[in-house]
């Protein structure tokens, strides 16, 4: 596998990475555990196995349980093998302590290296900015955190281009750690509201992993339009288990995206999966690692399969005014 620099940063990343959001992840309902403990480890040693080295978790994920699980796959691996991004927010120490504050981020890296069984993170992000902390004093305790050796990078997921433009500047004005790695939800069917956050993104040389990048599986084409708005839904999948699946990923324009990246994989004898998955890793405005969720090892193989995958500057075009932005 050939690796990627990412954006600013010294890391080597494989050009995709494995998300593990839905590890450990109980569905309310059912009680059933979408990515159990072994099915976990399987998708991790199938990733080693292919050359895959970048791995990305969340303090909540599972609640706590994807990084416990990762952590216990690293105990029999090299750790300098991997190259690992968590994120905090949604988890408060104390009511009294506002979810991006100080002590809060200090004492969530705390608990997600101890879950990791790890002594740093390669790249730590905040999940979202909470409205209230003022961003310098968590950018602060962000620069604590790489001064001490916690941390080594750090991102920022989702937020407004404004906030993070102004994160940018307050880092630069006081001389903090500034965000080098982003993580915005991007995909080929997911782009205006994100378009500038991206020119902020490409404007200053920040490294972009997309999340949902295959806007939650809709664009592998597994998804069916059937008439009178009707979709055809594979039975166990996101949209079958999830409510407001079709709410928050299908719309009109969504499906024109899917009948354009599906000429291409054609075209190129590729799935849909790794044509935009490769839309995607053939950005030139900036460095593009797509974040993608698989639930199987073929699923996973499928997109890995994306690495292989070229495509014409036509084509890549061609997906791109697909969707009007
Ligand atoms: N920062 C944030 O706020 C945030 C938010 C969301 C996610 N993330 C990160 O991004 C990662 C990826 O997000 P995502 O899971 O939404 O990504 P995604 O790649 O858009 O969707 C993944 C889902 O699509 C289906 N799928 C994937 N590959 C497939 C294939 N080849 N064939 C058929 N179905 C396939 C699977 O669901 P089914 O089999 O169940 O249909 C899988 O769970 C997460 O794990 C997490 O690390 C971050």
Redesign the pocket.
Known sequence: MEYTRLGSTGLQVSPICL????FGMEHEESGVI?TDRQEAHELLDALAERGGNFI???NG?GGGRSETWIGEWLDDRDREDFVIAS?CYWSQVSRFQENLSKKNVKAEVEGSLERLGTDYLDIL?C?RFDGETPPKHTLRALDDLVSQGMVHYVGI??CEAWELTKALWEADVHNYEAFSVT?P?Y?AAYREPVAEYLDVCADQDLAVCP???????F??G?YERVGDGEVKT?D????D?TEHFEDWYLTADTWDVLDEVRAVADEVEA?P?QVSLRWLMDHERFTCVP??????V??LD??LGAIEVSLSDDQFERIDDAMDT
């Open positions: 998300g593990t959001w839905r979408e990305d978790t969340a994920y994120k992000y999940h997921s989702t993580q939800q995909s999340y949902s990048p295959l806007h939650g599986g664009l592998t597994k594979p166990g999948s996101r949209g288990i799935t999966a974040i993608i969720g698989a639930r199987t073929e699923q499928e997109n």
